[in-house]
């Protein structure tokens, strides 16, 4: 039996299935990179919201526990346990003198300020100040 070397792809087509390729590799990779970049924004905002959420929460256990509304010094002291170590202890995220700090995996830090006002504990809030 004898084989027939000639069908098969030439040197033609297989160049210009890698430019096709190299093409759509040159689309998809910047696209991706956005992807990432929307993804870590959107987590950002999950934890924060959590935060709030923790907050509120401590707030109205301290009404029912001293018939006064308190917000903690540390808004990660609102947070259980377990997810203050994850946060935290991972070193993405941070507190320092009222400021929340986010390391993101690109190198920038996300900042927030945490408002706390000791004189009037009815009061705190955490507000988006930016990125370094």
């Known amino acids: 039996m004898k084989r027939d070397?000639?069908?098969g792809f030439t040197l033609i087509e297989l160049v210009i299935i890698m430019v096709i390729l190299g093409?759509?590799?040159a689309v998809a990779i910047p696209?991706?990179?956005n992807t990432i970049?929307?993804?870590?924004v959107s987590a950002e905002e999950a934890v924060i919201g959590s935060l709030r959420s923790a907050l509120e929460v401590?707030?109205?256990d301290q009404v029912v526990m001293n018939s006064n509304k308190s917000y903690p010094q540390n808004p990660f002291d609102a947070l259980d346990s377990k997810s203050r170590n994850e946060l935290?202890?991972?070193g993405n995220?941070?507190?320092n003198n009222s400021m929340i700090y986010h390391?993101?995996?690109d190198g920038t830090t996300s900042l927030w300020l945490y408002e706390h006002d000791d004189m009037n504990s009815n009061y705190g809030a955490i507000v988006f100040v930016g990125n370094e």
């Open 103 to 105: 390391n993101r995996n």
């Open 5 to 7: 070397f000639r069908n």
């Open 37 to 40: 970049d929307s993804s870590e």
């Open 58 to 60: 401590h707030a109205m």
């Open 31 to 33: 696209r991706i990179g």
């Open 93 to 95: 995220w941070s507190f």
């Open 88 to 90: 935290l202890l991972n």
């Open 23 to 25: 093409v759509l590799a």
